[in-house]
């Protein structure tokens, strides 16, 4: 199975026009921008994770024409998005558990604090985001994966999104856009 992973999108539509000037200057992509990375990246998916921060439903919707989306809200999603996604869920898919959160606070610890959302359930991977920065590392048997920002560069090096593949067990990789 192969999964196509991002997480803050931060795109903010209203009528299909971005709806604030601090978004326009920060982010320039487009949802149409959006709309073309992931049909070159994430045409043979069967499945899109989401691990928050889409600040507008347009996005969850344009996701949802790719593949079947399962997702959790971010800090700075909307009601609209709170009102139709958890903060956090647990997806087991083909024999692996993968935990969905968007995690919270600065870098530093970020990996322990994502890891105690699902302290009394057991994961094989935890997909995450909230820091924009990509990080692909096993500890302790876990595979901590959050797939950077397609759109947004603040605190990242660069723009990224990730595809999970699930066989006998659980790959990943970050794709640097």
Do not use: C, W
Not at 31 to 57: K, N, P, S, W, Y
Not at 124 to 150: C, K, M, W, Y
């Amino acid at each position: 199975m192969k999964i196509g992973v991002l997480s803050d999108t931060h795109l903010a539509y209203t009528s299909g026009v971005l709806s604030s000037v601090k978004h326009v200057l920060r982010n320039k992509y487009t949802l149409e921008d959006l709309r073309q990375l992931l049909t070159r990246h994430f045409r043979a998916v069967e499945l899109i994770i989401h691990a928050g921060d889409f600040v507008d439903v347009a996005v969850l919707e344009m996701l949802q024409e790719f593949a079947p989306v399962e997702a959790v809200q971010g800090n700075m999603d909307p009601a609209a998005i709170r009102a139709r996604l958890p903060e956090q869920r647990i997806l087991e898919l083909e024999g692996v558990t993968i935990g969905i959160t968007h995690g919270n606070g600065g870098p530093q610890g970020i990996l322990e604090r994502v890891k105690a959302v699902f302290k009394d359930k057991p994961v094989d991977a935890i997909v995450f985001g909230h820091t924009h920065q990509p990080i692909n590392e096993r500890h302790e048997g876990i595979l901590f994966f959050n797939p950077g920002s397609p759109t947004d560069r603040i605190f990242a090096p660069y723009n990224s999104l990730g595809i999970l593949e699930i066989t006998d067990k659980i790959e990943s990789s970050i794709i640097r856009l």
